[in-house]
């Protein structure tokens, strides 16, 4: 059983980790820190590639052991820090304390097990019940997530259902235990518009019932705007900006947080194209540490940009953003970019 702290619920300082790749090893993410609160939703936005699943999954500890790892930072959930903890501590952790919503719920769901196996399973690993008190939990669960014949799912398997009942089972196994935590990463990928929705509105409910706090993963950024309280903004492996949802959506700062916004059809637009972002994230391989990592693809770079490493500092009071553009120590605007 967890212990209460004086630190928030999670607090994550300065997590770096990476994959070793042709026997070089790479960061995926570095000096990541980030703090989400009891009863909060906290989102983390970017492009895809930008580490934000290796964010995750490294909270989760659950990078593949064969060519991954944590190189440094801390982990805390309720003050303990799980970067110390075992793979079998961290079994009782997970599903419990801390739980997850993968990307695709296909390929998360084991094919060859029944809904029921898979979703009493999670009961048991934290739980001393019979197995017709599990059933009657599963049933329960799958009621809660809006799944109307529950009896009937239970002994199907994943193949058997729509992506939206699918993604719907992965929640009810994630909330089963009443996690003080939700790590929910693209939770309405490959959903339609309606089932996007429907997903975004159960997870807002099942938040409120169960006061439970979540980490948000998305490249979507109208569900940051209808769910979030505070964001996190992260490019190539590291948190670019971070803030209230409403300055961010407002006054953001970053060139990239800029050119993601600007992304976003909007309905007055007369333009038959849409505005997009030059380039695409560079390959773990070609990260480099040397200038800012978007000054490739910004439109605002100078020339520090491209051999001075930026910190992300507070501009104001609740808003950090890593750009030279609004550090006085570095003058040079000459912008080397058009």
């Known amino acids: 059983m967890l212990q209460s702290h004086p630190r928030d619920l999670l607090e994550v300082e300065n997590l770096s980790a990476g994959f070793t790749i042709d ?19 906290v989102g983390v936005v970017g492009e895809s590639g930008c580490g934000k699943s290796v964010m995750s999954l490294s909270i989760m500890k659950l990078l593949p052991k064969e060519n991954a790892c944590i190189v440094s930072g801390e982990i805390y959930l309720n003050g303990l820090d799980l970067t110390k903890k075992t793979d079998k501590q961290m079994d009782e952790i997970r599903g419990k304390n801390i739980s997850m919503i993968f990307q695709e719920p296909m390929t998360a769901l084991n094919p060859v097990f029944s809904i029921g196996f898979q979703l009493t399973e999670v009961l048991f690993n934290h739980l001393t019940i019979s197995k017709r008190e599990a059933n009657e939990r599963a049933v329960a669960l799958l009621q809660q997530v809006g799944i109307s014949r529950p009896d009937k799912v239970l002994k199907e398997y994943p193949h058997q259902l729509s992506g939206g009942m699918r993604q719907r089972v992965m929640i009810a196994m994630a909330i089963a235990n009443h996690p003080q935590l939700l790590i929910a990463d693209e939770p309405t990928t490959a959903l339609d518009v309606t089932i996007q ?55 953001p700062k970053h060139p990239y947080t800029e050119a993601l916004l600007g992304s976003i059809p909007k309905l007055e637009q007369t333009r038959h194209t849409l505005d997009s972002i030059p380039g695409v994230v560079p390959p773990l391989t070609k990260l480099s540490d040397i200038g800012c990592r978007f000054a490739d693809r910004c439109p605002k770079a100078t020339t520090d940009c491209q051999c001075v490493k930026p910190e992300l500092k507070e501009n104001e009071p609740g808003h950090d953003v890593r750009c030279l553009l609004y550090d006085t120590s570095y003058p040079n605007k000459t912008r080397v970019n058009t």
């Open 23 to 41: 026997n070089q090893f790479y960061h995926a993410i570095r000096d990541v820190s980030l703090k989400v609160k009891k009863r909060e939703v």
């Open 197 to 251: 929705a429907q997903i975004l509105e159960l997870l807002t409910e099942i938040q409120d019932q169960k006061e439970m706090a979540i980490l948000l993963i998305t490249h979507d950024l109208g569900v940051v705007a209808e769910l979030c309280d505070y964001v996190l903004v992260m490019y190539a492996g590291e948190i670019i900006e971070k803030t209230d949802v409403e300055r961010l959506f407002y006054a």
